[in-house]
């Protein structure tokens, strides 16, 4: 079982990217996904979780209304569309799965299987 994340670059503040999570394993609707970020000296944070129904959503405050968490489940990949992106978004972001838990979890302790990283800054 494995994720892979990628998307991550440099871009201006006001961008957009789109972060990707390719999982070797179904992600379907019974497993809740989640994308957490990282930054040096600071404990790993929920960005966005996706209920194991697949239609609930969270995001923390510092992200509603600029960022999207989506799956498709056919191809067992997860998204992170990140619009107006600002200099406090830069961090290491991960994507992460919890295969043994059900409905909408945001604890990094529910989640079981992580990507390793993918790098977002973001230059003012």
């Known amino acids: 079982v494995q994720l892979q994340a990628s998307g991550g670059g440099l871009v201006q503040a006001g961008g957009s990217l789109t972060l990707s999570c390719a999982a070797s394993?179904?992600?379907?609707?019974?497993?809740?996904v989640a994308w957490f970020r990282e930054t040096p000296g600071n404990e790993r944070e929920i960005v966005a979780a996706?209920?194991?129904?697949?239609?609930?959503?969270y995001y923390a405050n510092s992200v509603a209304g600029r960022f999207a968490i989506s799956r498709e489940n056919a191809k067992n990949m997860v998204y992170l569309r990140m619009d107006n992106l600002k200099p406090e978004d830069t961090a290491v972001y991960y994507c992460?799965?919890?295969?043994?838990?059900?409905?909408?979890?945001?604890?990094?302790?529910?989640?079981?299987?992580w990507g390793q990283g993918t790098l977002v800054t973001v230059s003012s």
């Open positions: 992460a799965v919890a295969t043994a838990s059900w409905g909408l979890q945001t604890f990094p302790g529910r989640y079981n299987v």
């Open positions: 996706l209920h194991s129904d697949g239609v609930d959503r």
């Open positions: 394993i179904r992600t379907g609707r019974n497993y809740p």
